[in-house]
């Protein structure tokens, strides 16, 4: 049984996260996708949701899909929350399921700037997928990865739709295209601050939701 992991401040959550976890999930065949919105960091700041309110609008966004789950590990857990340590966690609780980490091509570049970088890539196998003003051939400047200069400019050309290679950890990973939905937290917090429409970039539930919680109104 394979399973991905897909993580996430989800702040709020998107259908660029939403597609792009359902085309992983139809095309490698997973049993299910359980998704993990991060935990309130040590220190707040008013531009993040509270980690139960992320929790929240991801079980809003995903209830539909009977192969999407949320896992509360992190936004339950005190303290600081490393993503390591949350993947441990994980691989003991599935010891004889294959899980597979989900990550844009933005947030694995930004691996080395976290907690345990090696170790975090020596537990994990990877599924890397498309974002928005980054190109696979990107991966190149990653310390983690060995992969053919030429097999990344064919994804990135459209010429290949996933390739797959070896972590120097001896770890898989999976650099697979999806459809590119130009859409990011970030925009949508700031047209919620601006007073702009939101809509078709999220479900609706979860547009809602943010209207009637007043989330992301300030403007930081
Ligand atoms: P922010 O703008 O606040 O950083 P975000 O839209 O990047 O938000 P995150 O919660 O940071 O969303 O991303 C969680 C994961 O989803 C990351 O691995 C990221 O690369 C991926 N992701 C985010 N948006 C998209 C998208 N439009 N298409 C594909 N993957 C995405
Ligand atoms: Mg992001």
Redesign the pocket.
């Known amino acids: 049984m394979k399973v991905g992991i897909?993580?996430?401040?989800?702040?709020p959550?998107?259908?660029?996260?939403l597609?792009?976890a359902e085309e992983v999930r139809e095309r490698l065949g997973f049993s299910k996708i359980i998704f993990i919105?991060?935990g309130n960091p040590p220190i707040k700041t008013r531009?993040l949701a509270d980690a139960k309110e992320r929790y929240n609008m991801t079980e809003l966004a995903t209830a539909g899909n009977p192969f999407f789950e949320v896992s509360d590990i992190e936004f339950k857990r005190h303290g600081k929350s490393y993503t390591v340590q949350t993947m441990k966690e994980l691989c003991d609780i599935y010891p004889d399921i294959s899980l597979y980490f989900?990550?844009?091509?933005?947030?694995?570049l930004d691996i080395p700037n976290w907690w345990q970088p090696e170790r975090l890539i020596a537990i994990m196998d990877f599924i890397v997928?498309?974002?928005?003003s980054f190109r696979f051939i990107d991966l190149l400047s990653s310390p983690y990865i060995h992969a053919d200069r030429g097999a990344l400019e064919r994804l990135d050309e459209g010429e290949l739709e996933s390739y797959s290679a070896k972590l120097r950890s001896n770890r898989d990973i999976l650099a697979m295209r999806?459809p590119?939905?130009?859409?990011?937290?970030?925009?949508?917090?700031r047209l919620t601050a601006a007073g702009k429409s939101i809509k078709y970039l999220l479900p609706e539930v979860v547009e809602s939701f943010i209207i009637e919680k007043g989330f992301y109104k300030i403007e930081s």
């Open positions: 897909f993580g996430g401040t989800f702040n959550i998107h259908y660029g996260h597609r792009a919105p991060s531009e989900i990550l844009g091509v933005d947030a694995f997928i498309s974002r928005a999806v590119l939905l130009d859409i990011s937290s970030t925009e949508i917090r």
